[in-house]
């Protein structure tokens, strides 16, 4: 039998990862490089908060947690279970897009691995969003290819935010000490370990083709913490302005 | 020559000669590219708009957002524009029908009349 909490902690995890970074892309909205991309890159913004939606409502429906929009918005921060890197402000098109490709590919294998999880809700939802994250890594990558071969300048920062935002990324694969050993026991995920190489063997080919240079893994320690409720001091403002409008009313019906 | 304006805006932009060949080095503009969305498998795929992008790849990846978000799709085409080749809008007279050959036109011909008669007399 798989335990409610190490399901719940897994859950939470990874929902409020999409929250933290849908919010964040969504920010780029009406403020993209062209038109183009202004509408995709919102376009994705909403699936990952979509997303969040249906891990906060597996919580809901199968393992008597709160309402999805009030576990969204009325949360005090230390509950919050998000890693570092989707927590850090946009800074420029070049950080947010190493992130965005980052994160996407660390997102695909971990629903890809739930394919063959043993909590049938995970199934339903990595078939339910293959498609898209799908389409969100050939997104990145194909963004990353292009920053990276348009010029000497776009190249030179494509590094630069890689360098910057690797230990963060690498974050996101923290594990639970509490549960982990439970979820793989009990083949609810592979853990986040055999995740983190599975990502590694994901962006690498990316980043040659680009090439770009990945930093030598064994000099990075991973920024970890987020996991365990401690946060960077950006997460506060942005749960804030996040939560502003459903907190004028929170019984409100939309 | 150079490119004198009345507007001192456009002069302090230091514009190269006018008369001066331009060129264009690879991958220093965005293209344009014209979009073909399929609804299914089988249909042909159809002209829906056209997107900026820096290469094809790309603009496959803006055509999905821009023509394929909301209505069904299950395939794209993207083509840069400049690789159509089009006839030019003056020879559009190439296409007038002449009316002296109205007979060349498969609607010119009544054939119901005809098949309404056979029928009766079966």
């Known amino acids: 039998m798989i335990s409610n909490a190490a399901l719940t902690d897994l859950i939470i995890k990874m929902a409020d990862d999409e929250l933290i970074q849908g919010h964040r892309n969504s920010e780029w909205t009406g403020l993209g490089p062209v038109m183009e991309e202004d509408i995709a890159f919102s376009s994705m913004a909403q699936d ?16 008597g947690g709160e309402d999805p929009d009030r576990f969204a918005f009325m949360r005090p921060e230390k509950d919050f279970r998000c890693s570092h ?26 629903y890809e691995s ?13 078939k339910k969003i293959k498609g898209e994250l799908k389409y969100h890594t050939l997104h990145a990558n194909a963004f990353i290819m292009q920053l990276s ?5 776009g190249y030179a920062r494509m590094q630069t935010a890689l360098n910057d935002t690797i230990a963060l990324a690498a974050g996101v694969f923290e594990p639970s000490a509490a549960h982990e050993e439970a979820l793989m026991a009990e083949k609810v995920y592979p853990g986040e370990k055999e995740l983190y190489h599975r990502w590694l063997d994901r962006i690498y080919p990316v980043l040659v083709k680009a090439s770009l240079n990945l930093p030598d893994m064994n ?9 365990q409720g401690f946060h960077t001091t950006h997460l506060a403002p942005l749960l804030k302005e996040m939560g502003e409008v459903f907190n004028l009313d929170t019984e409100a019906s939309w | ?18 008369n001066a060949v331009i060129k264009v080095e690879e ?61 030019d809008v003056e020879d559009e007279d190439m296409f007038a029908n002449n009316l002296e050959k109205n007979y060349r036109d498969a609607s010119g011909f009544k054939v119901m009349e005809k098949i309404n008669k056979f029928k009766q007399s079966k």
């Not at chain 1, 969040?52 to 809901?60: F, G, K, Q, V």
């Not at chain 1, 000099?219 to 996991?227: A, F, L, N």
């Open chain 1, 48 to 63: 990952k908060i979509g997303h969040a939606w249906a891990l906060y409502r597996i919580l809901h429906e199968n393992l």
């Open chain 1, 85 to 110: 890197l989707v927590e850090m402000p946009n800074g420029g098109y070049d950080f947010s897009l190493m992130r965005h490709f980052l994160f996407d590919h660390a997102e695909t294998v971990r």
């Open chain 1, 114 to 126: 739930l394919q063959d999880s043993s909590f049938e809700p995970f199934q339903l939802l990595s």
């Open chain 1, 149 to 153: 071969k348009a010029s000497e300048e």
């Open chain 1, 219 to 227: 000099t990075i320690t991973p920024v970890y913490g987020g996991r």
């Open chain 2, 1 to 18: 020559m150079s490119n004198d304006s009345l507007d001192p805006r456009v002069n302090r932009l230091k514009l190269s000669d006018a």
């Open chain 2, 27 to 87: 991958g220093e503009n965005w293209n344009v590219y014209e979009v073909f969305h399929q609804e299914k498998r089988g249909a042909h795929h159809e002209h829906v708009g056209c997107v900026h992008a820096p290469d094809p790849q790309l603009a496959l990846v803006f055509a999905k957002e821009q023509f394929a978000r909301r209505k069904k799709c299950v395939n794209l085409w993207v083509v840069r524009s400049a690789d159509i080749l089009a006839f």
